[in-house]
Nanobody, 115 residues
């Protein structure tokens, strides 16, 4: 059974930081593309950040310079460091991993940015 387990969401004030983590249940995920999507109420799911097996990264323009995606292959984990958070970053964040022709998803973690 393949599982992606997310953690690290919560409530934070504008300008604050959170670190999301996504732990994969199988070591094979240390070699595959992974990343994070988010979905705000009433909006479509959007890709926030992605990282290849080799460590190349890509970000949506709205988070460049504020968010950093990284991976710890020894622990089969991907992190999303989110700094200078804004109310518009409020959403459910979903981790994904692409293995062969399949995409696997985590259960989602809520991030709320509010004063």
């Amino acid at each position: 059974q393949v599982q992606l387990v997310e953690s690290g969401g919560g409530l934070v004030q504008p300008g604050g930081s959170l670190r999301l983590s996504c732990a994969a249940s199988r070591s094979i995920f240390s070699l595959v593309p992974m990343g994070w999507y988010r979905q705000a109420p009433g909006k479509q799911r959007e890709l926030v950040a992605a990282i290849t097996g080799g460590g190349r990264t890509n970000y949506v323009d709205s988070v460049k310079g504020r968010f950093t995606i990284s991976r710890d292959n020894a622990k089969n984990t991907v992190h999303l460091q989110m700094n200078s958070l804004k109310p518009e970053d409020t959403a459910v964040y979903y981790c994904y991993a692409d293995l062969s022709t399949s995409r696997y998803w985590g259960q989602g973690t809520q991030v709320t940015v509010s004063s």
